[in-house]
């Protein structure tokens, strides 16, 4: 019966329901009639216990981080304490609405200043904005400080440099910011070719984008010369923060003389963030960029805190309100609770994680940049060519072992990638039989290939033609294809 759509359960009469009687005067003409439905708007009808194991059934077939491993390289899919739901559901959070005037809300104004002052403790920086509401978000607000600075000197520039191994949203933010990329290739050891970026400085490039540790896992270990090279033309050095999880408390992006970083909250801090959503990223400037963050920002007044306009060179609101208010009370929780040697352990043991899954896989699996890698590892498939199987059969088949796959696919410099980040939050039993599925695909794979090709067999929905999937939404119809149709 949980198979079946909830419109298919209804019954008319059915009811989950029941409000009081009213207790005050009707009034049948506050809506417009001419903004009034025509017809009913054909809500099932249903009891409450239909409802509840319908949408627990729905969330039992999708696989999420409560259930089962999750890893997502490059995405850092922890696990995420239970205690920061609570705390962002407390009544004084959830009751409060973005026009509240600022003497009711010092308890939330509080908390951003407080938890922007942790983030640039965090990341060795000067200021902070909150508003962003995404890590692609963050890089777009970036790229529009560091614009902004350029200007203000007479100097707008045209370039952005990136390496080849980038996030795929740093080129997209680029051009959205007004940019044209220039991409450099990464030397054979995975690293910044620094003779490379070199040759491609000059004085039309306002500013270079990398992460580090880099899309490899590896850290950029030459970055103080990379930032030497980038500031001697007049540029800005970038710092894509999606693999912060691998530097708290070990390593400050300020301290690598970075100028810009963008923060993933709902990756290194702990907010659930599967489906798209939520997420916040906040942007820590060095001192000279501080003028251009955008506005307002909340900051101590005397006693308590207030909004303010901070600076006329500012580039302005790049939100609505003031960012996902939600996602900071998540973090903040959770930066509390770690404390600082907490927070340190988190990255240490993403680290012992994230190579204790290289030492077992390495003998099974191509390892291109055979390095030691911070928090994720980048294997490749190219191994399984001979057996006519592809990465994306693996990926299907860990489906089928109870494991979401891996990243697959990216970076784009390692062919047939598998890009697997564990984190910090695995116990060595997960991480054991996370390796043991992948041993025993690659065993499949030699034997019976086939088997592979036709996963995964126990989801809900079998293998889609993935191309058609994207354009159409009728899931049952593409269910009863093949993924040759």
């Known amino acids: 019966m949980y198979d079946k759509l909830i419109f298919e359960t209804s019954k008319k009469g059915k009811r989950g329901v029941r409000l009081p009687r009213l207790d005050v005067p009707r009034k049948n003409d506050l809506i417009p009639t001419d903004l009034k439905r025509k017809n009913p708007v054909g809500l099932p009808e249903v009891s409450e216990p239909e409802v509840v194991r319908h949408f627990v059934n729905l969330s039992n077939k999708n696989h999420h981080i409560d259930r089962g491993f999750y890893p997502l390289g490059s995405c850092t899919m922890k696990y995420n304490p239970k205690i920061n739901e609570q705390t962002c559901r407390l009544s004084g959070f959830t009751g409060l609405h973005p026009f509240q005037d600022e003497n009711h809300a010092q308890g939330a104004l509080k908390l951003m200043v407080e938890l922007g002052g942790m983030l640039t403790e965090i990341t060795g920086m000067d200021g902070v904005t909150l508003q962003p509401a995404a890590g692609a978000h963050g890089e777009l607000t970036g790229l529009l400080i560091m614009r902004a600075y350029h200007e203000s000197k007479g100097e707008p520039r045209r370039k952005v440099i990136i390496p080849d191994s980038a996030h795929g949203t740093n080129p997209a933010s680029i051009i959205t910011a007004g940019y ?3 991409q450099i290739p990464s030397g054979e050891d995975g690293l910044i070719d620094l003779d490379r970026l070199r040759k491609a400085l000059d004085e039309q490039v306002a500013a270079m984008m990398i992460t580090n540790p880099n899309t490899l896992g590896l850290f950029e270990s030459q970055v103080l010369e990379i930032a030497e090279a980038v500031h001697k033309v007049g540029a800005l050095l970038y710092m894509d923060g999606a693999n912060l999880n691998a530097l708290l408390g070990i390593a400050k992006p300020g301290d690598m003389n970075f100028d810009v970083v963008h923060l993933n909250l709902h990756k290194t801090f702990s907010t659930p963030h599967g489906g798209g959503g939520p997420g916040s990223g906040p942007v ?10 955008p506005e307002p920002i909340p900051q101590r007044s005397g006693d308590g805190f207030r909004w303010a306009d901070h600076s006329q060179r500012s580039i302005g609101r790049i939100g609505s309100f003031y960012g996902n208010f939600g996602v900071f009370v998540r973090a903040y929780t959770y930066i509390l609770m770690m404390g600082a040697q907490g927070l340190r352990k988190v990255s240490e043991n993403a680290l012992i994680n994230a190579n204790y899954l290289k030492r077992l ?12 890698p911070l928090h994720e590892a980048v294997f490749s498939g190219d191994c399984l060519k001979e057996f006519g199987v592809k990465t994306t059969d693996v990926a299907k088949r860990l489906l089928d072992y109870g494991f979401h796959a891996p990243t697959i696919y990216f970076p784009l410099i390692v062919h047939e990638a598998l890009m697997i980040e564990p984190t910090e939050t695995e116990s060595k039993d997960a991480l054991d039989a996370f390796a043991d599925a992948m041993i025993m695909i690659m065993e499949e794979a030699r034997d019976n290939s086939d088997l592979l090709k036709g996963a995964p067999y126990t989801t809900p929905v079998g293998r889609l033609n993935e191309a058609a999937a ?6 049952n119809y593409y ?3 093949t993924s040759t149709d």
């Not at 820590?284 to 963050?293: G, M, Q, T």
């Not at 896989?361 to 030691?372: A, G």
């Not at 994207?470 to 899931?475: H, N, Q």
């Open 470 to 475: 994207a354009r159409a939404l009728d899931v």
């Open 361 to 372: 896989l390495e003998p099974h699996y191509d390892l291109p940049y055979n390095r030691t």
């Open 479 to 481: 269910n009863r294809k």
């Open 180 to 182: 044209d990329v220039v």
């Open 284 to 293: 820590v400037v060095k001192k000279h960029l501080v003028p251009f963050l």
